[in-house]
């Protein structure tokens, strides 16, 4: 890489220094090492002073010792220390530093003077600083791992992916590293835990994001925005182009309060965040579980859909249960999303597949059908309501058992494809066919959920996403 | 049983007859009597005029031919033929059927004739009817499982437990006998799908599961309620005795009108409904994952917790992660729940857990404690938090790791146990460990969920029930 940024030494630095490796296995220094000599693809350079070798590397007591050698240092030692190891870094040339360590600004006056020292050695040197308070970044393509949990093989597990996720506090980063990154429920381009932000902010690791090819879809968990006036101006950039799907805390008096003792940064009044945040056309959820679950959604089809309807609102379900489609109506409504009336020519078409007695309408309750023309009936009813030019986007409900082994998949596929329309699928019946059935669906770029709330919420972020993209 | 009502002979009946047996691995019928010759412990009879022999038993070709031996008769044969086998049933003394057949009511003119014939044989006869388009019931005691899936083992699976399931639409309650009651996801007393009530009634199963003492809380789905009237004469009965929610869908003019093709029944004007289920203490949720997750939590914890303050709404977290805590904040304001400030003598007693730097708060941000005192500054600070005369109820967010081997269960056990009072707790982290922290939390009656909505929903609810305790 001839022409890198300083962000470009984050995420693909040519070599690292690990300062505070150890080779005791109960440290999060030993998992750094470890992690990077086995999966890092440069150099890797252990430094500590009270050691020799660690892991068969010959170890450095300091960065001084290598200078001109060194891209990146990723510093995992306490927190008094670390300004000491700033300036051997600044000194011997390297570009970024990953500081993990916690111990600053979040525990009072002592760290906040620890804080502002190393900002002085940054804008002195020219050193870029990430964290600290953080687990530090992923990187898929190239490489690289700098958390302080041990994930073995994690440049095998973690395949190249398209979403990037910005994550603020330290411990829900790693936890969501190992629950969400490492067990493959999504594919990542990078993960950035940005930790206390004393250089690198939110919005350098989101420009970079929103610039990066490999990146078609982020998800963001802020507790702060320091910068939203440069925050804003990056989403506004992204909109229809990638989609931007934020958790952004503190909407309450006590929870900004309590956001501020944890992070000692300014949470902004959420009246005025909410709105500059729809206006950037941000989507915005308020757990975490709908961030990940819109991030699994994005990773699978970045891209915006076909619409219908200048409104994008309007969906029709296909069911194998008539009771499903009743109560997802009512989740459809309370989102302000609606069911409308299906075409003449679609109710037609379905009425060829419907049993006589049963006439046709959205929800399309497809189990009569089904028992009397075989599962062909379900792909033929989905295909008819993919044509309609009333429909936006369409939930599944399909039962997952035995049955599945009769399940016209790849028509499903084909139908969803020649449309390009949104199609969102909830599962539910026999556990041990839900991996079949949303491996199946994941092929097509449809996202599956176990809960029908879910389904309509990533339904509507699908299509507010596609509405910002045709005004694009 | 010397004093059975008409419903015993549907939960608890001596003898059975399975019509529509059959051999074939392929059908229903074939689940059935396979389900039922392995796990029910009086006689079962097979029933099939082309049949000699199924599985090894003797197969008669009418009921009639079993005059005086059979209590309740499992009847899945197409719909035309269901009355004759009803009067069968009525000529041969039996005293309860249960309906899985489809094609009655829900298929137009055809199916309302043969809805009334059954009926009228029912009416004359005394001969109590359960469905028909269901999958019939479950009780863990005595043992019994109609259900036309197969379920080897099903009476070694599904030990006794404490909640009793309503469900109305027949693919749901199939679904749902998978997923969540087989599975082990709560432990039932009772699971009853009511299909479409030609006779057996949501008002009837609800009053027997009312005064049912194995069964503890009842969660129901239901797409109709008949008999608005019995219904909450039943529900009022129950507040504050035993926890009933309730999913009711229909909410919107487009799902009410689907309701009413699928089932063939009236679905009610939803503020009556709303206005009328909130009044007869009810806590009414929107979507089966809420349903299926207070049916875990009020089958771990069915009785009142004793709360602080009169209104019940005072919440407190205790949380490894200060970022979790914030974001927890927002959604129990959301739910109408508040966060309030701690008592000076609770602050007092975590100051002396939590580092100098850092002033206590609620959020009780603890992960600085177990950092500066190891893992018993958590089970110290829920101690100090349980007694707090503020306090209703508590969340706890720990994280999911190795880190678990150390946590001090047992000691927050002995806390939540004192205290009396409402615990729920997430779960993030290392899924390897999610098992581990689920096992452990539902000792001392701790629902584990990994998303915050289900945490919050879950404490509003229990709060909600001890309320109505108190007045009750």
Redesign the interface.
């Known amino acids: 890489m001839s022409n890198r940024t300083g962000m470009d030494y984050f995420f693909a630095p040519g070599s690292v220094a690990v300062v505070g490796a150890t080779p005791n296995k109960a440290k999060g220094g030993y998992n750094i090492i470890a992690n990077m000599l086995e999966s890092f693809s440069g150099p890797v350079y252990p430094v500590n002073p009270s050691r020799e070798e660690i892991l068969g590397e010959k170890c450095y007591s300091s960065v001084r010792e290598l200078e001109g050698k060194v891209d990146m240092a990723i510093v995992f030692v306490p927190a008094a220390s670390v300004p000491g190891v700033l300036e051997d870094c600044a000194a011997a040339g390297v570009k970024t530093a990953v500081l993990e360590s ?1 111990g600053f600004a ?6 906040k003077n620890l804080t502002r020292r190393c900002q002085e050695i940054a804008s002195h040197s020219g050193l870029r600083l990430w964290g600290p308070n953080c687990t530090g970044l992923v990187n898929t393509d190239p490489f690289i791992f700098t958390p302080f ?1 041990r994930a073995p093989e994690a440049d095998k597990k973690l395949a190249p992916g398209s979403l990037g996720i910005i994550a ?2 330290g ?2 980063a ?3 590293t ?2 969400y990154v490492l ?1 493959g429920f999504f594919k990542v381009s990078k993960a950035c835990a940005i930790g206390n932000k004393i250089d690198v902010g939110e919005v350098e690791v989101l420009r970079y994001l929103a610039e990066d090819p490999k990146t078609k879809a982020v998800v963001a ?1 802020l ?1 702060s925005i320091d910068d939203g006036q440069g925050f804003l101006e990056v989403a506004q950039g992204m909109a229809g182009k990638k989609p931007l799907v934020v ?1 952004k ?4 008096e ?2 900004a ?3 501020l ?3 000692a940064s300014l949470a902004g009044t959420d009246e005025v965040v909410d709105g500059a945040l729809h206006q950037a056309g941000v989507i915005r959820v ?4 709908d961030l990940m679950n819109l991030g699994k959604a994005f990773s699978l089809h970045p891209e915006p859909f076909n619409m219908a309807s200048s409104s994008g609102n309007n969906v029709a379900l296909i069911t ?8 997802t ?3 459809i ?2 989102f302000g999303l609606q ?1 409308p009336e299906l075409e003449a020519k679609t109710l037609q078409k379905l009425s060829k597949v419907f ?1 006589d ?3 046709p ?1 959205n ?1 399309v ?1 497809i ?2 059908a089904i ?1 009397q023309k075989g599962f062909n009936a379900f792909s033929d009813s989905l295909k008819a309501v993919l044509e309609d030019d009333r429909i936006d986007g369409v939930i599944l409900l399909p ?3 035995r049955i599945l082994e009769h399940f016209p998949f790849d028509e499903i596929g084909d139908g969803v494809r020649c449309s390009g329309k949104a199609v969102v699928s909830w599962m ?4 041990r066919y839900f991996d079949i059935l949303e491996d199946r669906m994941r092929e097509f770029g449809i996202p599956v959920f ?4 879910s389904c309509v919420l990533t339904l509507k972020a699908f299509l507010h996403f596609s509405r910002l993209a045709r005004k694009a």
Request: overall charge negative; hydrophobic content about 35%.
């Open positions: 916690g979040e525990v009072g006056e002592k760290g949990m603020q506090s411990m829900l790693a936890g969501f190992l629950q067990s968990y507790e958790l805390s503190g909407r309450y006590e929870s309060r309590a956001a003792s944890h992070t308020h757990d975490f579980l194998v249960t008539g009771g499903g489609g009743v109560v109506t009512d989740l409504r309370d069911v049993p007695w049963m006439p309408a929800p309750d189990w009569p028992e039962f997952a058992s539910f019946g026999d556990q176990t809960d029908l709330r």
